[in-house]
């Protein structure tokens, strides 16, 4: 069983919530528009990081991460990528990866909308976890911790972060 830490637009934004919440994670996955090496970096100080870049991300952030992920873990196959869609409504550069690699599990960033759905039609679970950095309209920053055991998705919890909760 793996647990893992999922965020995306952090856009150079470090909270050190980020450290609370991914500390009993085994890996961090980050779904594109880091902003700042600098972010992965100290994500990699906790955990062990898989990340993709988005498309706010210089040539260092291109240079270190390819834009799709490949992957399997515990079993599941695993696509990200940082501007994906959602089912029914797939950014189309993103449909011949989904037909050709079949993931279960499909992760992508972008919109700042956290969302979590099935496909019936692909037979997947999509992923988007918000949006953790400040640039942006959303209203709440958040997080995602899931569990992967053995060819199952298990746990799947939405952290919000709260400006409210900066003293918890």
Known sequence: ?????????????WDDRYIKYFLEC?????????GSMTITDRLAMIKPVR??????????ERLRFSRYLF??????????????????????????ELNEF???????????????????KRQLLHINPGAAGKQGFQTVRTLVRFELDQEKILNLEMIELREAAMNE
């Open 102 to 120: 079949r993931p279960k599990l499909f992760i992508c960033g972008h919109s700042h909308i956290a969302k979590v759905k099935f496909d019936s």
């Open 1 to 13: 069983m793996k647990k893992i830490g999922l965020l995306s637009d952090t856009h150079g934004y």
């Open 51 to 60: 990340a993709v870049y988005g498309n706010i991300d210089s040539h260092l």
């Open 71 to 96: 992957f399997e873990c515990e079993g599941i196959k695993v696509l990200m990528t940082h501007i994906g869609g959602y089912p029914g409504h797939y950014a189309p550069e993103i449909i011949n």
């Open 26 to 34: 085994d890996e961090i996955w980050h779904a594109g528009d880091i």
